[in-house]
């Protein structure tokens, strides 16, 4: 095993630092002393993450950016390099997501969703990447999430997106053999207790509630550093992300019907709200914390027994629901 790579002193730039899993990601690294370059659309939000990594040791750059924006990233890209003459680690970890009837959300917002979280991920290696072939190193983390594997009903924007980025992200590793030190690390977290799903555009006309069990975005950003230590081409977070991985290549139109079949029952059963285009076109000015407020008690690991079994009874049930078709 390779030994570790020394963060302190780094050049990190991360994406969607603003809330959720990114703003996780600033705190994390910057107990390590690191140069972090926060990039997101809400400048407000990014300042206050800013002062937060300042206060554990860190510095810290605040670029606002839309990374649906090729521009805008090559922007960023050149800030970052500018201000510390190097980028060691560029983070994709900005998303937005969009709910509904896919014949019933318009498809601008369609479009929007994939140039968000599949462009824009592209964007931002397109631009990284110069500056580590020059300097001859780079680590590159992909936040993809179970997604990448598991297709998300009325997410269909969501879906192709993240299916997208994973086929992209594995032909961009095949594409750099002959850069031994320039790494691509792709990440699969399970649903995470973030703001994501209260920013989220919503045309279903009922409230969104992640399905459980949502894990702690603290615990994908020390997944993060330990990755930005350590590389490794793909890391699986939480136990049900392998779970679902699994279940959806061993049966995947019963693992497909049912979740469309527990998401419209649920829907079915939400209480109504308002539509709403939530952050999709433009940043918001609330959840900008790490947490959603949606998260289990205790560890994760204390519910793998429940986890498992909700899966295995998930899958007798969708293979019922399919014999019956």
């Known amino acids: 095993m390779s030994k570790p790579i020394s963060l302190t002193g780094t050049t990190i730039v991360i994406t969607g630092a603003s809330s959720g899993a990114g703003r996780a990601a600033a705190l994390e690294f910057a107990k390590y002393r690191t140069n972090l370059v926060l990039a997101a659309r809400n ?37 970052a390099a500018d201000w510390q003459d190097r980028i060691d680690v560029w983070i994709n970890n900005a998303g937005v997501l969009a709910a509904g009837d896919f014949d019933k959300t318009p498809m601008a917002v369609h479009e929007q969703v994939i140039k ?62 002959g850069f031994p030190e320039i790494y691509v690390c792709d990440l699969f977290p399970a649903f995470l207790d973030t703001p994501g799903i209260q920013h989220a555009g919503n045309y279903t006309g009922k409230v969104l509630k992640p399905a459980p069990p949502v894990y702690d975005p603290v615990r994908l950003a020390q997944v993060m550093v ?4 350590r590389p490794k081409a793909n890391t699986y977070v939480g136990s049900v992300s392998l779970l679902f991985k699994l279940s959806h290549a061993l049966l995947p139109e019963t693992v497909t019907k049912m979740t469309g079949f527990v998401m419209k029952k649920y829907l079915d059963r939400a209480d109504p709200i ?52």
């Not at 993450?49 to 990233?73: H, I, N, R, W, Y």
Request: net charge positive; glycine share 14%; with cysteine.
């Open 43 to 79: 400048e407000a939000a990014l300042n206050e993450v800013k002062a937060e990594c300042e206060a554990l040791g860190a510095q810290a750059l605040v670029v606002p950016t839309d990374t649906s924006d090729a521009k805008a990233m090559i922007a960023l890209a050149n800030a």
């Open 116 to 177: 968000t979280n599949l462009l824009g991920y592209m964007n931002g290696a397109h631009a990284v990447l110069p500056f580590f072939k020059e300097q001859g190193w780079g680590t590159l983390i992909n936040n993809i999430s179970i997604g990448g594997f598991l297709p998300v009903p009325y997410g269909a924007g969501y879906t192709a997106a993240k299916f997208g980025l994973r086929g992209w992200s594995e032909a961009l590793k095949g594409e750099l053999t």
């Open 226 to 229: 330990k990755v930005a230590r």
């Open 274 to 325: 308002a539509l709403s285009d939530g952050n999709v076109f433009t940043t918001v000015d609330y959840g900008m914390s790490r947490h959603g407020g949606f998260g289990l008690p205790g560890k994760p690991k204390a519910h793998r027994k429940y986890i498992a079994g909700a899966l295995l009874a998930g899958l007798a049930l969708g293979w019922v629901i399919t014999k019956r078709k």
